[in-house]
């Protein structure tokens, strides 16, 4: 467990002018960041843009609707983000507690781990979906099973070989009362289980802000539907 400023090394006032302008460089790759917002029982909670870094603390200013009320009491929360131009993941952990204007403070801020991979929250979902490939083998639509859906990709089984590299348009109804999700992905991940079932780790491509979005409410909108039925 580390404050923010242990992350990049000594307290900025320790620091000689060279190393607080690299410190300073660095804060700039988090700071601006969407991030997913998660309670500690994994429940999405909402998602936000990352501002006002600060030794242990910082602003979320919320781009989706929250899951809680805006007079909720402070809690503890898990945070992670994603900086496509720096390719760089942080995981941190604060206690978070609502501000005016769809903002919510971040205090107690740790950063828990940074690396390369670019985790999402993911939502269980085991439905009916196609794949639909322009070229190759398996060109045509064929059906498949979303397993999971996360902002950033989705994990899929199918009776139809794929390989690593392959893109397709996946296909799938998420809600009842919306439209169908057409969205361009690649596989990057091929998981044998068991004898006969393989299942296809994918990433989404060209996603627009307002796709990821959509994706964003449709998974908030499934999961609290899952809730309610238990």
């Given at each position: 467990?580390?404050?923010?400023?242990?992350?990049?090394?000594?307290?900025?006032?320790?620091?000689?002018?060279?190393?607080?302008?690299?410190?300073?460089?660095?804060?700039?790759?988090?700071?601006?960041?969407?991030?997913?917002?998660?309670?500690?029982d994994?429940?999405?909670?909402?998602?936000?843009?990352?501002?006002?870094?600060?030794?242990?603390?910082?602003?979320?200013?919320?781009?989706?609707?929250?899951?809680?009320?805006?007079?909720?009491?402070?809690?503890?929360?898990?945070?992670?983000g994603?900086?496509?131009?720096?390719?760089?993941?942080?995981?941190?952990?604060?206690?978070?507690?609502?501000?005016?204007?769809?903002?919510?403070?971040?205090?107690?801020?740790?950063?828990?781990?940074?690396?390369?991979d670019r985790?999402?929250?993911?939502?269980?979902?085991?439905?009916d979906?196609?794949?639909?490939?322009?070229s190759?083998?398996?060109?045509?639509?064929?059906?498949?099973?979303?397993?999971?859906?996360?902002?950033?990709?989705?994990?899929?089984?199918?009776?139809?070989?794929?390989?690593?590299?392959?893109?397709?348009l996946?296909?799938?109804?998420?809600?009842?009362?919306?439209?169908?999700?057409?969205?361009?992905?690649?596989?990057?991940?091929?998981?044998?289980?068991?004898?006969?079932?393989?299942?296809?780790?994918?990433?989404?491509?060209?996603?627009?802000?307002?796709?990821?979005?959509?994706?964003?409410?449709?998974?908030?909108?499934?999961?609290?539907?899952?809730?309610?039925?238990?």
């Amino acid at each position: 467990m580390m404050k923010l400023f242990d992350l990049f090394g000594r307290r900025q006032k320790e620091q000689p002018p060279q190393e607080e302008h690299e410190e300073e460089k660095e804060l700039q790759i988090y700071s601006g960041m969407r991030v997913e917002v998660t309670a500690p029982d994994g429940r999405l909670l909402f998602v936000a843009q990352l501002r006002h870094l600060r030794e242990n603390g910082a602003e979320l200013y919320l781009y989706s609707e929250s899951a809680l009320p805006p007079d909720s009491e402070p809690l503890p929360a898990c945070i992670r983000g994603y900086n496509d131009r720096n390719r760089k993941a942080v995981y941190m952990e604060g206690v978070i507690s609502p501000m005016p204007q769809n903002i919510w403070k971040v205090e107690e801020l740790v950063v828990r781990r940074v690396g390369n991979d670019r985790a999402f929250f993911r939502l269980e979902t085991n439905l009916d979906a196609t794949a639909t490939m322009f070229s190759g083998l398996s060109m045509g639509e064929r059906p498949c099973k979303l397993l999971n859906i996360s902002v950033g990709g989705a994990c899929i089984t199918s009776e139809t070989p794929y390989h690593e590299g392959d893109k397709f348009l996946l296909k799938v109804k998420l809600l009842a009362d919306r439209p169908e999700s057409v969205i361009y992905s690649e596989v990057m991940r091929i998981i044998h289980k068991g004898k006969d079932k393989v299942e296809y780790g994918c990433r989404f491509l060209e996603l627009t802000e307002e796709d990821e979005t959509k994706i964003t409410q449709n998974i908030f909108t499934v999961q609290r539907q899952q809730r309610n039925r238990y």
